[in-house]
C-alpha cells in the first residue's frame, strides 16, 4: 500500500512539475509571437545573458533585458514565431523557435532553470539566420 501511495505521488509531482514548465513555454511563445519584450521580462530571472545579433550581455538585470528586447522588437517588427524544439527536464528547459520578423529570420534559443516552483530564463539567444 505504501509503495502505491509512493509511485501515486511520485507520477502526480511529475504531472505538476511538467504542466509548470508547458504554462511558461506557452507563455514564452505567445510573449515573442507579440514581440512583446513586457511580457517575457515575467518569466526571467533577475540577472539573463543576452546575445542578441553577435553581442553578448551577461548578467543583464532583467528590466535592462526588457528594454534591449523592447528596442529590437521596435527595430524588427514581428510577423511570427514558432517553436521548433523544446525540452524540459527535472530542473531545466530550453525552446528554439524561429522569428520572422520585417527585417528578416531570426534563432531564437531561451535557457530555463528551475526557481522554486517556476521555470525562468537565464540565457536568451537571438541571431538572424542566413535563410
Not at 509512493?6 to 505567445?30: C, K, P
Not at 553577435?54 to 527595430?75: A, D, H, Q, Y
Not at 517588427?77 to 524540459?88: A, C, E, L, T
Amino acid at each position: 500500500m505504501k509503495k502505491r501511495l509512493f509511485v501515486l505521488w511520485t507520477v502526480l509531482l511529475i504531472g505538476v512539475v511538467s504542466l509548470m514548465a508547458q504554462d511558461v513555454l506557452i507563455g514564452l511563445e505567445t510573449a515573442f509571437q507579440k514581440g512583446n519584450a513586457q511580457a517575457l521580462k515575467k518569466y526571467m530571472y533577475d540577472e539573463v545573458n543576452l546575445v542578441l545579433e553577435g553581442k553578448g550581455s551577461e548578467g543583464m538585470n532583467r528590466s535592462e533585458v526588457e528594454i534591449t528586447l523592447r528596442n529590437f522588437f521596435s527595430s524588427n517588427k514581428v510577423n511570427g514565431f514558432d517553436i521548433n524544439h523544446k525540452g524540459k527536464r527535472e530542473e531545466s528547459a530550453f525552446i528554439v523557435g524561429t522569428l520572422r520578423t520585417t527585417t528578416g529570420i531570426y534563432r531564437v534559443n531561451c535557457y530555463l532553470k528551475k526557481s522554486g516552483d517556476n521555470y525562468l530564463i537565464h540565457r536568451i539567444r537571438i541571431e538572424k539566420t542566413n535563410d
